[in-house]
């Protein structure tokens, strides 16, 4: 008894509801989940949320040129081209994937000039005899494999995730070069303070090795005043070179970031003190973490991974693919184009593995290990995140008690200053202490502009650690890719 295509299609419709392999469940994100104290709420686990918008998290240090140069690294940085560019990428295979659920139809025209063999008989042509004849064919083509076990399903299912997993893979990079933007602004910010102060500084040493001389052409300075004086203010002008260098290097970052060649930045100089860093709450909503695009990017890999098991497990079943050809043929170029010359074919393959050598074992075994491997990653992503972000916090706490300290001890070694410069001018003393009491005051102010902007870096880090603000909804648009 014959097939009927009519019954093959009522059993393909039954059978493609049907897709092997686990549906994919968000693990824990931590085998056990204590929540830090600075975290307010519950955690919720493995909820990716990479898409809720950050807003623009830098308008809280109010300045209008790190605004600027923000912007100018989010529309030319090169890295971020990449990033949009893979994401295109993984766009393009998600559509690759979903072609498999269409027919496939196609056209191979061809010509052929053959000659039989005289010692193989032809049919209705007589043996031992060799005929010579062209073949003119113009087919249309066609196939379609029903999605019986789901196997199209699940692999266009990964291609869907792992197009997310690209898509916060962007924000990623997008967070991170704004993170790095921010960072080496407020380290070039500190340098042009530093520059400031050690220029103010020298100043004032000229200005003292000037009044030592003086007092040594009245007799009341000596030699070795003089050479303290000269010293202490060559020691200074040294420190220049080293300091101009390193912001010279920051520019330069600044402007690989921004997507600009390091010879045709500028920034202006800005020596004004840095404003102190916006206030961190101290308690943090929960969701913040989940907003982090490394962890969202790191959960949609395992959904991927997972349906990838699907698509293993589907290559131990039959696959049943229809196959159909309609079109001419002739043996003449002139009648190829004739009815009579119409051809046509259709029908069912099924294809059935027997017999692999193990080889599909083996694929839905290293399939079922690549999920576990992205469990793992995802849940060290989240630790790394914790980690991340206690850093930072504790970053917050003692860098703001080491300023407190160091601001208490220049207050002090300012007034050891005015003391030795007092005594000095009352010949109580040589310049050996007016020096020593300079320096020790010079070295407290640098080590302060030094500390504001280390903490204006730690909140940077801090946004970045939490995915970009510390506000739960900036009500800003999402994102764009």
Same mark, same amino acid.
């Not at 709420?41 to 898409?51: C, R, V």
């Not at 052929?112 to 193989?120: I, V």
């Not at 961190?280 to 962890?295: A, G, Y």
């Not at 959960?299 to 997972?306: G, T």
């Given at each position: 008894?014959?097939?009927?295509?009519?019954?093959?299609?009522?059993?393909?419709?039954?059978?493609?509801?049907?897709?092997?392999?686990?549906?994919?469940?968000?693990?824990?994100?931590?085998?056990?989940?204590?929540?830090?104290?600075?975290?307010?709420?519950?955690?919720?686990?493995?909820?990716?949320?990479?898409?809720?918008?950050?807003?623009?998290?830098?308008?809280?240090?109010?300045?209008?040129?790190?605004?600027?140069?923000?912007?100018?690294?989010?529309?030319?940085?090169?890295?971020?081209?990449?990033?949009?560019?893979?994401?295109?990428?993984?766009?393009?295979?998600?559509?690759?994937?979903?072609?498999?659920?269409?027919?496939?139809?196609?056209?191979?025209?061809?010509?052929?000039?053959?000659?039989?063999?005289?010692?193989?008989?032809?049919?209705?042509?007589?043996?031992?005899?060799?005929?010579?004849?062209?073949?003119?064919?113009?087919?249309?083509?066609?196939?379609?494999?029903?999605?019986?076990?789901?196997?199209? %399903? $699940?692999?266009?299912? @990964? #291609?869907?995730? =792992?197009?997310? &997993?690209? !898509?916060?893979?962007?924000?990623? +990079?997008?967070?991170?070069?704004?993170?790095?933007?921010?960072?080496?602004?407020?380290?070039?910010?500190?340098?042009?303070?530093?520059?400031?102060?050690?220029?103010?500084?020298?100043?004032?040493?000229?200005?003292?090795?000037?009044?030592?001389?003086?007092?040594?052409?009245?007799?009341?300075?000596?030699?070795?005043?003089?050479?303290?004086?000269?010293?202490?203010?060559?020691?200074?002008?040294?420190?220049?070179?080293?300091?101009?260098?390193?912001?010279?290097?920051?520019?330069?970052?600044?402007?690989?970031?921004?997507?600009?060649?390091?010879?045709?930045?500028?920034?202006?100089?800005?020596?004004?003190?840095?404003?102190?860093?916006?206030?961190?709450?101290?308690?943090?909503?929960?969701?913040?973490?989940? %907003? $982090?695009?490394?962890? @969202? #990017?790191?959960? =949609?890999?395992? &959904?991927? !991974?997972?349906?990838?098991?699907? +698509?293993?497990?589907?290559?131990?079943?039959?696959?049943?693919?229809?196959?159909?050809?309609?079109?001419?043929?002739?043996?003449?170029?002139?009648?190829?184009?004739?009815?009579?010359?119409?051809?046509?074919?259709?029908?069912?393959?099924?294809?059935?593995?027997?017999?692999?050598?193990?080889?599909?074992?083996?694929?839905?075994?290293?399939?079922?290990?690549?999920?576990?491997?992205?469990?793992?990653?995802?849940?060290?992503?989240?630790?790394?995140?914790?980690?991340?972000?206690?850093?930072?916090?504790?970053?917050?706490?003692?860098?703001?008690?080491?300023?407190?300290?160091?601001?208490?001890?220049?207050?002090?070694?300012?007034?050891?200053?005015?003391?030795?410069?007092?005594?000095?001018?009352?010949?109580?003393?040589?310049?050996?202490?007016? #020096?020593?009491?300079?320096?020790? &005051?010079?070295?407290?102010?640098?080590?302060? +502009?030094?500390?504001?902007?280390?903490?204006?870096?730690?909140?940077?880090?801090?946004?970045?650690?939490?995915?970009?603000?510390?506000?739960?909804?900036?009500?800003?648009?999402?994102?764009?890719?």
């Amino acid at each position: 008894m014959k097939p009927h295509l009519p019954v093959i299609s009522t059993l393909c419709a039954l059978l493609v509801g049907c897709a092997v392999g686990p549906d994919y469940e968000r693990p824990a994100a931590l085998k056990s989940q204590p929540l830090p104290k600075s975290f307010a709420g519950e955690w919720k686990t493995a909820q990716p949320s990479a898409h809720l918008p950050r807003g623009v998290w830098w308008d809280i240090f109010s300045d209008p040129e790190l605004n600027r140069l923000e912007q100018a690294a989010t529309t030319d940085n090169e890295s971020l081209a990449a990033a949009v560019a893979r994401f295109n990428q993984a766009r393009a295979l998600v559509d690759i994937a979903r072609s498999d659920f269409f027919p496939q139809l196609s056209f191979a025209g061809s010509v052929k000039r053959q000659r039989t063999s005289k010692n193989a008989p032809q049919s209705g042509q007589p043996a031992g005899e060799a005929f010579n004849f062209s073949t003119f064919t113009v087919p249309l083509e066609m196939s379609w494999e029903p999605d019986l076990w789901g196997r199209i %399903r $699940r692999q266009t299912e @990964a #291609a869907g995730a =792992r197009l997310d &997993a690209s !898509a916060d893979d962007v924000e990623a +990079v997008r967070l991170a070069i704004q993170g790095a933007v921010a960072a080496d602004y407020f380290a070039l910010r500190a340098f042009d303070a530093e520059l400031a102060l050690v220029a103010d500084t020298i100043t004032t040493f000229h200005r003292s090795l000037e009044l030592t001389r003086n007092r040594r052409k009245g007799g009341v300075a000596s030699d070795l005043d003089v050479s303290e004086a000269e010293t202490q203010l060559r020691t200074a002008e040294g420190q220049l070179p080293a300091l101009q260098l390193q912001r010279a290097k920051l520019a330069h970052a600044l402007a690989t970031l921004c997507g600009q060649p390091a010879m045709t930045f500028a920034t202006t100089a800005n020596p004004t003190q840095l404003r102190p860093p916006p206030t961190v709450p101290p308690t943090m909503p929960s969701e913040l973490l989940e %907003r $982090r695009p490394d962890i @969202a #990017a790191a959960e =949609r890999q395992m &959904a991927a !991974a997972n349906a990838d098991i699907g +698509v293993a497990k589907s290559a131990f079943f039959p696959r049943l693919v229809f196959n159909g050809l309609a079109g001419l043929q002739s043996v003449n170029a002139g009648t190829v184009f004739n009815w009579p010359s119409h051809l046509w074919a259709v029908g069912p393959t099924l294809e059935l593995p027997i017999f692999t050598g193990g080889r599909n074992t083996a694929q839905l075994a290293a399939a079922r290990a690549a999920y576990d491997e992205t469990v793992a990653r995802y849940r060290d992503t989240v630790l790394a995140a914790f980690q991340e972000i206690e850093d930072q916090l504790a970053a917050q706490r003692y860098l703001a008690k080491q300023l407190d300290a160091e601001t208490a001890a220049l207050v002090s070694a300012r007034r050891t200053q005015e003391i030795a410069n007092n005594r000095y001018r009352a010949g109580l003393v040589t310049y050996l202490e007016v #020096a020593a009491a300079q320096s020790a &005051a010079f070295d407290r102010n640098r080590a302060v +502009v030094r500390l504001q902007g280390e903490r204006c870096v730690a909140t940077v880090g801090l946004i970045k650690a939490l995915g970009g603000g510390w506000e739960a909804n900036t009500g800003a648009a999402p994102p764009q890719h």
